[in-house]
């Protein structure tokens, strides 16, 4: 089911801003019960994502209200498009112009059920992502360099791919974020030059606070993760997840996917 | 009028990898008497950014048919926006899918008539353009830089801005390409590591090359330009026209722009 301006169709103006230039932003998240897990924090991210490209966001309780609608009865993913609307030809933004609004429903992925494997192997990416600290961080509908990443390899039993910047700074994977522990303390990318800052990324950084685990968050190395004692990625969709091999390298449990998968979903805040 | 795959709508699906990532490409393009102008170029540069991003492009003659349909009886403007079609979710392109492909119409701009003056205002943007090698030069649907650069002005006698890259080389304007004369040579900022290679660019360089005017193609700094002798910027649209103003600088008409826009018409390769 999708909803558009609060309307059920599956179809969106050939002239949207969206489609034109990827002039928007997004949001995938899960729903369980007909309710979307981590509301709360999936719409700050949403709002602060629409502030960072001055487009206006939808009220709370009406968007929240849609990804109700849409959602399936068990488990399922909800995806929010938010776009500056239709606008005249040209790169100028209209002015004071209601967002269009896609709200809609997909199937919960076989790998993100509660059954699927803890551990994923993952590869390294040989595309390097560009650095623009005027859109870094932001989950906007700009993919392109996603895309091709994700195009880097087609063997299933490969998960995810880590990416890193034109400097050779990891950044994080194609549809997760990047975490590792190294002497007890958790290492995870800055995301200020390129990179999605994700709503399980804020959350996982919230939860190690909580259990007192000291956190670095800065300009990190291949090299880095190689030295690890235990390598995690995580999004919204399948929260945390072991990296048992990257490439050539392979890494045998040390606890922590569990206990920071399980602070993940604590709802404390 | 708007053909989406060859039929008459005015919408596409909400489920398109166009507006889910801004895959896909485009091209801007003036038609008269119901003819695409420079209509090979503007196909040679189609396929190619299709290469570029492995997306299957429409057969010229059906591509072209579908131009003359939408466009006007007099001057007119085409867009073409060529998509990965719709997708599961998730960034992997579906293999051996067809585009989706979009042909519409639209008035000539006021700005893009023989009447509109030669000489244009221009101005420096703030956003820096960040160094993507494998995006570079393509014509794709991933514009928010562009977006967030034209944001920057509203003032109506400024027609266009003028962007750095992250290093500081000048690369071109928000929706032109640029050039200038100095000591009687043609220079053009370098678009292998970020901005779009124009049609008009690429019709230009050959039209000196026929002028046998030296032409300088590389890393180009601001100050460059405010020792040039002329500065014009091109698209398909508007063609050749003079910078008279950036910002604070100015400069008196020397001749060449005339001269190379004439170049830029002339129907003979």
């Known amino acids: 089911m999708i909803f558009v301006n609060g309307q059920c169709?599956?179809?969106?103006s050939a002239l949207?801003?969206?489609l034109a230039y990827g002039d928007g932003v997004f949001r995938t998240l899960r729903t369980h019960a007909g309710q979307p897990l981590w509301w709360r924090d999936h719409y700050a991210k949403l709002a602060a994502d629409c502030a960072?490209?001055?487009l206006a966001c939808p009220d709370e309780a009406g968007l929240r209200a849609e990804v109700c609608r849409v959602a399936a009865a068990g488990e399922s993913i909800a995806k929010i498009v938010l776009t500056r609307g239709t606008g005249a030809r040209g790169y100028a933004?209209?002015?004071g112009q209601a967002c269009t609004r896609i709200v809609l429903s997909a199937p919960l992925p076989s790998h993100a059920h509660p059954s699927a494997p803890v551990d994923i192997n993952a590869r390294w990416c040989t595309l390097r992502l560009a650095r623009q600290p005027r859109l870094a961080g932001i989950k906007h509908l700009n993919r392109l360099e996603n895309v091709l990443a994700r195009a880097e390899w087609d063997d299933p039993?490969?998960?995810?791919g880590v990416l890193c910047d034109d400097s050779g700074a990891v950044i994080g994977g194609v549809m997760s974020n990047l975490f590792w522990i190294k002497d007890g303390e958790l290492f995870t990318p800055d995301l200020s030059q390129c990179g999605v800052a994700g709503v399980a990324r804020m959350r996982l950084l919230r939860a190690a606070a909580r259990?007192?685990?000291h956190t670095h968050i800065g300009r990190l190395l291949p090299d880095a993760i190689l030295a690890a004692e235990e390598v995690m990625i995580c999004n919204s969709v399948i929260g945390v997840r072991r990296v048992a091999r990257l490439d050539?390298?392979?890494w045998t449990p040390a606890g922590w996917t569990t206990t920071l998968n399980n602070a993940l979903?604590?709802?404390v805040d």
Do not use: C, H, K, N
């Open 248 to 250: 050539d390298v392979t």
């Open 16 to 18: 949207d801003r969206g």
């Open 157 to 160: 039993a490969i998960f995810e």
């Open 211 to 213: 259990l007192g685990i």
């Open 93 to 95: 933004p209209p002015q």
């Open 9 to 12: 169709s599956d179809t969106v």
């Open 52 to 54: 960072a490209l001055l």
């Open 265 to 267: 979903y604590e709802d």
